[in-house]
């Protein structure tokens, strides 16, 4: 009886042991929305220039910010895609593609080229909820960019269609193999474009909105392309008065679809993983009078719905059976500008099970829902909630639906610097770190003057375009560093220090 004890309570202890891992083993994994990309003009921010790029980590259980130079801007669409460790590999505004560290790709120019490209790109394409990069189970060579495009083809003008185009880039070479295939051309909708897995993981379901009726395309898409196409007829008329300025996204548990506009309110629908069709539509007259970008976002328990719209967050409980109970009023505009007015643009539900919201252009502020799974107010909505370390125009990220079956849908250990000012929180202060002699003809030496810089740190040597011209990693503390600078040519650069636990510096010197 003692060894059956025995025998019977390791067997528990090695089933308890590896289930254990696998839950920790899934939530380790699947990091890939773990860098958000935001970025007002271009160049790297600091204390004195609050525009440039930057990107937001939710690496080492804490948001961190890692200021970047780049070309290009992040103003409406956001897309960036990780490994599942977390590390930051392919970004896109809908532009092009770049690599992490914002070069573009061999290949990755004139992505979604169509008759607005020339006109606001390559900073930026003028679209929101336009991209998503997924990848498949089976295939650790390739990673599929899926973006729409207004008017591609050239067909019809008037009739003012749009198309969902493919993009494959090739992991080995690290360059995109072919570009702006069309996989869909149809009358879409400017918003509500997202994907989920299906339960094989093999392929993705990509559910896109049709403009001026009550249709969605609804598309089983594998590493081949196209398997399957449903055209299904559900909900009420996708108004394009609001063409382009909805959001819509899937429940964290796969099990519905939501979207709202401000002229449509809000429309909910079961969605069913193996099939991909919609069922059971629900719909709460929710309407702005104004013709406005708004927001949608599920609880990290997929049972509230955040809408936005201006002047205020919604709650709406999806299981409360009185519609008088249901809808909820948990955030209102509070007048500040910054220096324009910080009132309520899109939403994500973020790796750290919080709600973020971005504010409408030029401000450095995202409001944040920091604990959405609970009703009402309780759910406790911080207006500017976090400030970022530049200024943001429109841009939420856009990801596909990861974890959806995971135990967890997000981790919410993360720490949050709530209404910490990134100048005094992830910036070294002024004079802690110094470079002299400026200007420079020959070596340039940086001094640690109060031992901040305490773990392994990354150097960064650009221009002022934010083309990098040197890169360096360092392990060991050192009080001065050593840069020779006699290969440059004469003029002014950018030098920058990033630490490991995302502290940054950064300063100007001027080459003689």
Not at 49 to 56: D, K, Q, S, Y
Not at 207 to 214: F, G, S, T
Not at 236 to 242: C, G, L, R
Not at 287 to 302: A, D, E, L
């Given at each position: 009886?003692v ?6 309570k ?9 289930l ?9 994994q699947k ?34 910010f890692?200021?970047q130079?780049r070309?290009?801007?992040f103003?409406y ?26 070069d ?14 020339p ?17 498949f189970l089976?295939?650790s060579d390739?990673?599929?960019?899926l973006h729409t495009?207004?008017d ?21 070479t690290?360059?995109?193999l ?8 149809s009358?879409?909708?400017g ?10 993981y ?5 559910i ?7 249709r ?13 196409a449903?055209d ?6 996708n ?6 300025g ?10 519905k ?11 909910v ?5 193996s ?15 104004q ?7 599920f609880s ?19 299981l ?14 509070d ?12 939403m994500?539900?973020?790796?750290d099970c ?6 409408y252009?030029g401000n450095?502020y ?22 970022l ?15 959806v079956d ?6 919410s ?48 040597l650009?221009?002022l ?6 890169t ?13 600078i ?12 990033i630490?490991?636990?995302g ?9 003689e």
């Amino acid at each position: 009886m003692v060894n059956q004890s025995f025998h019977s309570k390791l067997k528990l202890s090695i089933a308890f042991i590896l289930l254990i891992g696998i839950v920790f083993g899934m939530q380790a994994q699947k990091h890939f929305d773990y860098n958000w990309l935001f970025g007002y003009g271009t160049g790297i921010p600091d204390s004195t220039n609050p525009f440039g790029g930057v990107i937001m980590s939710f690496q080492n259980g804490r948001i961190s910010f890692i200021p970047q130079a780049r070309l290009f801007e992040f103003n409406y669409q956001s897309n960036s895609f990780s490994k599942n460790t977390g590390e930051l590999l392919y970004m896109s505004n809908g532009c092009s593609i770049a690599d992490k560290d914002a070069d573009i790709l061999n290949g990755g120019d004139s992505i979604s080229y169509g008759k607005v490209w020339p006109v606001a790109c390559p900073k930026y394409l003028p679209s929101v909820q336009a991209g998503t990069f997924i990848n498949f189970l089976n295939d650790s060579d390739q990673i599929i960019f899926l973006h729409t495009i207004i008017d591609t083809i050239g067909i019809e003008p008037k009739v003012n269609r749009k198309a969902i185009l493919e993009s494959k880039i090739d992991l080995r070479t690290n360059s995109v193999l072919s570009k702006n295939k069309i996989i869909l051309y149809s009358r879409l909708i400017g918003h509500g474009f997202t994907s989920i897995p299906n339960k094989d993981y093999l392929s993705w379901w990509l559910i896109a909105p049709q403009k001026d009726v009550n249709r969605f395309w609804i598309l089983l898409y594998t590493k081949n392309g196209i398997e399957k196409a449903l055209d299904q007829q559900i909900g009420v008329k996708n108004d394009s008065i609001s063409n382009g300025g909805g959001q819509g996204v899937f429940s964290p548990d796969g099990k519905k679809y939501a979207i709202y506009t401000r002229s449509n309110g809000l429309q909910v629908f079961d969605f069913d993983r193996s099939t991909g069709v919609l069922s059971n539509f629900h719909h709460y007259f929710l309407t702005y009078s104004q013709n406005v970008i708004s927001g949608c976002s599920f609880s990290p328990n997929s049972r509230f719905v955040y809408i936005s719209n201006p002047t205020e967050v919604l709650q709406v409980d999806l299981l409360e059976q009185n519609p008088s109970l249901s809808i909820d009023t948990v955030g209102v505009f509070d007048n500040f500008f910054d220096p324009y007015p910080t009132t309520y643009l899109q939403m994500a539900l973020a790796p750290d099970c919080r709600i973020y919201i971005s504010t409408y252009g030029g401000n450095r502020y995202l409001h944040v829902i920091m604990e959405p799974n609970k009703k009402g107010k309780e759910c406790n909505l911080v207006n500017r909630g976090l400030k970022l370390p530049t200024r943001n125009s429109f841009a939420i990220p856009n990801f596909p639906h990861y974890r959806v079956d995971d135990p967890y849908p997000c981790d919410s250990t993360i720490s949050f610097p709530l209404n910490t000012a990134v100048d005094n929180e992830y910036k070294f202060k002024d004079l802690d770190i110094i470079i002299y002699p400026n200007p420079v003809s020959t070596v340039l030496f940086i001094h640690d003057l109060k031992g901040k810089i305490n773990s392994q740190f990354s150097l960064r040597l650009t221009d002022l375009n934010g083309k990098v011209l040197l890169t360096q990693q360092y392990n060991l503390i050192q009080e001065e560093i050593k840069i020779p600078i006699q290969g440059l040519q004469p003029g002014m650069f950018i030098i920058q220090i990033i630490d490991q636990k995302g502290n940054y510096w950064t300063d100007k010197f001027i080459k003689e």
